[in-house]
Nanobody, 118 residues
Framework: QVQLVESGGGLVQPGGSLRLSCSAS????????MGWYRQAPGKQRDLVAA???????NYADSVKGRFTISRDNAKNTVYLQMNSLQPEDTAVYYC????????????WGQGTQVTVSS
């Protein structure tokens, strides 16, 4: 069992930056493939960025060059640095963990709201 707690969301003006954190507990963090997803009102939950235990990353086209995902296995934490934020980035952002060897073991955080508005 993995418990995920996101933090760092809030209200920011267009062009601003935020850094989200997702702290994991309850299992060996390095055994998990980590991802950030987001869900805007009335829309499906979509992948934003993901990172393997070794640090390989992939991003949604809409955030490439603006967002950076990283992880600190020693601190059991994954981060999402978001720069040049735009109103269309407004959503609830969720952290997801998938076990590397047992992909059916999937865990979600409770989400953190990011609002980009002037």
């Amino acid at each position: 069992q993995v418990q995920l707690v996101e933090s760092g969301g809030g209200l920011v003006q267009p062009g601003g930056s935020l850094r989200l954190s997702c702290s994991a507990s309850g299992s060996t963090f390095s055994n998990y493939y980590m991802g950030w997803y987001r869900q805007a009102p009335g829309k499906q939950r979509d992948l934003v960025a993901a990172i393997t235990s070794g640090g390989s990353t992939n991003y949604a086209d809409s955030v490439k060059g603006r967002f950076t995902i990283s992880r600190d296995n020693a601190k059991n934490t994954v981060y999402l640095q978001m720069n040049s934020l735009q109103p269309e980035d407004t959503a609830v952002y969720y952290c997801k963990a998938v076990h590397l060897l047992v992909p059916s073991k999937i865990y979600w955080g409770q989400g953190t709201q990011v609002t980009v508005s002037s």
